[in-house]
C-alpha cells in the first residue's frame, strides 16, 4: 500500500517541478522606453519626450544615451540591441551606447525617429520621437564706417532663447591693418560688435564663429566692412 500511495506522489512532484521550470523559463520581460521632458540644453538626452519634439540645430546633432532611455527587468542594458529609423532629412548614427541624431546638410525641417529597442529573447518595443531642426539667423551681412572712426554695432540674431546664454563667440578674425580694433564684447546682455577703423578707405571685412556644444555645431558669419 505505501509503494502504491509513493508512486503517484513521485509523479506529482516531478510534474509540479516542470511546472515551476517552465513557469521560470517563460518570464521574459520586454523592454521599456524611458520618456520624460527633454530639455533643450541637455549634452546628452537620457529620455524620449512624452510630448513635444527634441529640438536641434541645422547641420548640427544630439546625443542620445541609449542605455539610459532603455528599462528591462530581467536583461542587462548591454545586451539590448537598437534600430534607429530615422524619417526624412535626418541622420544616425551610432558610438557606442550613444546616437548622434541631425539633419542632413543644410535642412530646416520637422522630422522623427523610430527607437526600437529588443532584448535577447526577442522581445522589444518602439517608440517614435519627433524632431524640429532650427536654424541660427544673423540678419546682419555688412557695416559702414569713416577711417579713423569707431563702430559699435548691436548683433542682432535669431535663435532657441534657451541656448543663446551657451553659445560660445570667437575672437573675431579681420585685417589688422584696416581694422586695429576688432572685437566681440558683452553689452546689457546683448552682443556688441566692436570696430576701429585705421585711415585706409576701401572694403575689407571680419569673420566670426560661434560654436553651439550642446547641438555639436559651428556657426561662421562674415561681415563686410566698408570704409569710406
Known amino acids: 500500500m ?9 509523479g506529482l512532484l516531478v510534474a509540479f517541478v516542470l511546472v515551476i521550470c517552465a513557469c521560470r523559463s517563460g518570464l521574459n520581460f520586454p523592454p521599456r522606453l524611458v520618456v520624460a521632458p527633454v530639455s533643450d540644453t541637455a549634452r546628452l538626452i537620457e529620455a524620449l519626450p512624452y510630448s513635444g ?23 542587462a542594458d548591454s545586451t539590448i540591441s537598437w534600430s534607429l529609423s530615422p524619417g526624412p532629412d535626418l541622420a544616425v548614427k551610432l558610438h557606442g551606447d550613444t546616437a548622434q541624431i541631425g539633419p542632413v546638410p543644410n535642412q530646416v525641417c520637422s522630422s522623427y525617429v523610430v527607437f526600437t529597442a529588443t532584448d535577447p529573447g526577442g522581445l522589444s518595443t518602439s517608440r517614435t520621437c519627433p524632431m524640429v531642426v532650427f536654424d541660427f539667423l544673423m540678419p546682419l551681412d555688412s557695416v559702414a564706417m569713416g577711417p579713423n572712426s569707431v563702430a559699435n554695432t548691436v548683433l542682432e540674431y535669431d535663435y532657441r532663447p ?58 561662421h558669419r562674415s561681415i563686410t566692412v566698408t570704409v569710406r
Open 2 to 10: 505505501v509503494r502504491r500511495v509513493l508512486v503517484p506522489l513521485t
Open 53 to 75: 519634439a527634441v529640438y536641434v540645430s541645422k547641420n548640427g546633432c544630439r546625443a542620445f544615451d541609449l542605455d539610459a532611455i532603455v528599462a528591462d527587468e530581467d536583461d
Open 162 to 219: 534657451t541656448l543663446k546664454d551657451g553659445l560660445i563667440w570667437a575672437s573675431p578674425a579681420c585685417d589688422p591693418a584696416w581694422l586695429p580694433e576688432c572685437s566681440v564684447v558683452d553689452s546689457a546682455g546683448e552682443k556688441m560688435l566692436r570696430l576701429r577703423a585705421s585711415d585706409s578707405v576701401g572694403t575689407t571685412g571680419i569673420y566670426l564663429t560661434i560654436s553651439d556644444p550642446v547641438n555639436n555645431v559651428d556657426f
